[in-house]
């Protein structure tokens, strides 16, 4: 097998602390499983500020394109709060590399060790066997990136800000397809989530899911449900979903929702896939913890990496097509922090650890 050659954007605060553990583990796991890794770091965000002035520098995107995957750590933070909006490294560097690889799927799985429940603000007796299911976000379209996007003074002196919500039938053809594709790998059962009692786009939203899963996937079980309704239910029962699929910012809230229940952004991994194939003929993806560069705890060396440590799990499965290996190593992570070794955030009362000493335990796990 050739050497697994992927990109490492570590970005911002907490980013370079998670995704050197997360490196370490990796060399530990391609030592065991005779693999060769071929990892080439480029710079992102505030970083790619403060040294080229540009949060997505030309290289960076270079360097990407020439790999199978982005490992990605996070971006953003205090320091470079008073840039324009438009020039911060969330929107500068995230958002047009999610656009330029065309990156249209965001896979997230929210999942709550039944171990962990304590860690969950939910009553462990509403998830006795912890939380399993997985959100799935269009990531490339909708009032994100739709035009036009402005704010203007008016002929009257008053100020008009304007985003623009637009989908089109393709778009939502392809997140489905996705959607369709997971849900066919766990329980066969499909949410797609919508607001299609007040928007447009959610009208053509559920017709086309409805359409697509008839014409295409009738062995799946396809309800819909109201944004509002999914949010409360998410709090409610967590379990009565097994996929959902969802527009980009209601995938984006509902997402920091699932986070929350699962008992920390720390444990939340994520995949990101596009049309595009890498040279192996499977999907080129970014892979990023759901958590952000946490500011306030960054430099401390007490960030939990282990989200880090399964999105990368999850681009040895997508990516790479190790699937056995993902396993392994996410059940590697299980084993650590269920044995009860834990950051601070999961710690709950318990002696907590650093950063390095949860990738340790992971690592002896393995
Ligand atoms: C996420 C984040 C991003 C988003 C921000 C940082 C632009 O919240 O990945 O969920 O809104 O997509
Ligand atoms: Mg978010």
């Not at 992102?44 to 997505?56: E, K, N, P, W």
């Not at 509403?126 to 379209?141: M, N, Y």
């Not at 959902?244 to 896939?273: K, P, Y």
């Amino acid at each position: 097998m050739p050497s697994l050659k992927f990109t490492v954007l570590a970005g911002d605060y907490i980013g370079p602390e998670v995704m050197a553990e997360a490196l370490r583990v990796l060399d530990h796991v391609a030592a065991r499983e005779h693999l060769a890794l071929d990892c080439t770091e480029a710079v992102v965000g505030g970083a790619a500020i403060d040294r080229h002035g540009s949060a997505l520098p030309e290289a960076t995107l270079r360097a990407c394109a020439a790999g199978d995957a982005i490992l990605f750590g996070s971006v953003g933070g205090p320091k470079w709060e008073k840039l324009p909006p438009k020039e911060q490294p969330e929107r500068a560097a995230l958002l047009p590399l999610r656009k330029h690889f065309t990156l249209f799927a965001n896979i997230r799985p929210g999942l709550l060790y039944p171990e962990l429940a304590d860690a969950s603000p939910l009553k462990s007796e509403r998830i006795p066997q912890g939380i399993d299911i997985v959100c799935i976000r269009e990531l490339t379209g909708g009032i994100y990136f739709g035009q036009p996007k402005t704010t203007v003074t008016l002929p009257d002196g008053d100020v008009q800000a304007l985003d623009t919500m637009v989908y089109r039938k393709s778009e939502i053809e392809r997140i489905t397809a996705a959607a369709v594709t997971a849900a066919r790998s766990r329980k066969k059962k499909l949410c797609s989530v919508d607001k299609a009692n007040v928007l447009e786009t959610s009208l053509l939203w559920r017709k086309t899911v409805t359409d697509y899963v008839a014409a295409h996937a009738p062995d799946i079980a396809l309800t819909h449900m109201y944004v509002d309704n999914a949010a409360m239910q998410l709090a409610r029962d967590p379990n009565q979903f097994d996929v959902f699929v969802t527009e980009n910012m209601f995938g984006d809230i509902l997402s920091d929702e699932m986070a929350v229940i699962c008992g920390s952004l720390g444990m939340l991994a994520s995949a990101s896939l596009g049309a595009r194939q890498n040279s192996r003929g499977l999907p080129f993806g970014l892979y990023e913890p759901a958590g952000g560069t946490a500011p306030d705890i960054a430099g401390k060396g007490i960030a939990n990496p282990c989200a880090q440590i399964l999105s990368a799990a999850l681009m040895l499965r997508y990516s790479f097509g190790l699937d056995a290996v993902a396993a392994r190593l996410e059940a590697a992570v299980k084993k650590a922090v269920t044995s009860g070794v834990r950051t601070g955030d999961i710690a709950f009362g318990r002696p907590a650890v650093g950063t390095r000493a949860m990738a340790d335990a992971i690592i002896a796990a393995y």
